[in-house]
């Protein structure tokens, strides 16, 4: 198992060996290397058991040091990062020569964000060096959002696990790119579609594609849990789903199951948003066949959630 703490020196001297950190983010967290050491970047893409097609989102501390690696920012970028960074907000702009082909699959952008989190902001400002980092999961499960999760999984491929406590936004980060100056959303997340267009008006969602995606985030069956998860009305799977092997995922309502995990009580979307990963996982050690699901308002933060339920259904549909 990894080790686990709040020792910047340490995460920071392990990076400059060339060794992997998980590091905390205000989305999820990050299985970091030396974004600019290829074969510390091999070691990412080997432990996650990543296929080496689906690029990685490279960390800055801010928008000054992204610009060391990317070039070419339009308008709308450089305004959403102003407002947005630190913050759940990657955007995909063209790289530069500095950044491997390794990290960006072969394609000529690079994902880049600085992420809201003060440890790892301090760990960022401490390196000379950007910081790739994927979500510290295995390809294709769901996102960490509590150190222990990822020990659970990566515990025995990592060296060191920088402890910032459970994540605040608990979803992953939202991708945006651009066609010419138009911003693309590919990645519904923890910014919302409304917050973005408050600033650049309306943006394009090309967030489901089956084939060739940009990115693997879009491929309809992805963030899946280890049980089938089923989506509808609660009260009318469970006329098929007999509710002592079922696991009963709501967002508000409680059914009184020994099974089942409220996602919000209060009906707060950022709360649910905060516990939805840790629900999806909580599954996996219940004694349940199958988890039923029910969609969360389709509004904010709500459409990432939704997003992210309908994925973790379509692996098994
Ligand atoms: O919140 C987050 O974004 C977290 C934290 C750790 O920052 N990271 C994260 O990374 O979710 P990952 O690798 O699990 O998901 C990144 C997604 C992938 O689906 C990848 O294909 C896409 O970003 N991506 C990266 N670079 C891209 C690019 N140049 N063009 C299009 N998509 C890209
Ligand atoms: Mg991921």
């Known amino acids: 198992m990894a080790e686990i703490g709040t020792d910047i020196q340490k995460a920071k001297y392990l990076l400059e060996a060339g060794e992997l950190v998980a590091i905390p983010t ?27 097609f689906d690029p990685l989102i490279v960390h800055v501390p801010d928008i000054d040091s992204a610009k060391e690696f990317v070039t070419g920012i339009p308008d709308k970028a450089l305004l959403l990062a102003k407002h947005f960074w630190p913050g759940p907000l990657t955007l995909v702009l063209q790289k530069k020569s500095t950044i491997s082909d390794l990290v960006t699959a072969g394609m000529d952008t690079v994902g880049i964000r ?36 990822v020990n659970d999984q990566l515990g025995d491929k990592i060296p060191y696990i920088l402890d910032g406590g459970n994540c605040q936004v608990g979803i992953e980060s939202t991708i945006v790119g651009f066609e010419g100056t138009d911003p693309v959303v590919y990645r519904l997340g923890g910014l919302s579609l409304e917050s973005l267009e408050e600033f650049v008006g309306k943006v394009s969602l090309q967030t489901i594609t089956s084939s060739n995606p940009k990115a693997p985030g879009q491929l309809l069956s992805h963030y899946a849990p280890g049980k089938k998860v089923l989506l509808g009305k609660i009260e009318e799977l469970l006329q098929e789903h007999p509710a002592h092997c079922s696991g009963l995922l709501t967002f508000q309502t409680d059914f009184n199951s020994p099974n089942q995990f409220i996602l919000s009580p209060s009906g707060s979307l950022a709360e649910a948003a905060q516990n939805l990963f840790t629900a999806l996982r909580a599954f996996d050690k219940m004694p349940v066949d199958v988890i039923l699901a029910e969609l969360v308002p389709d509004t904010g933060i709500g459409k990432a959630i939704n997003d992210r339920l309908r994925r973790a259904a379509a692996t098994t549909q």
């Open 114 to 149: 600085s992420p809201n989190h003060p440890l790892t902001q301090q760990l960022l400002n401490s390196l000379s060096f950007p910081l790739a980092a994927p979500s510290a999961n295995p390809f294709g499960y769901v996102s960490p959002t509590k150190p222990e999760h």
């Open 26 to 52: 205000e989305t999820v967290y990050g299985l970091a290397g030396n974004a600019l050491n290829t074969a510390a970047v091999a070691k990412i893409f080997q432990a996650k058991n990543r296929p080496q």
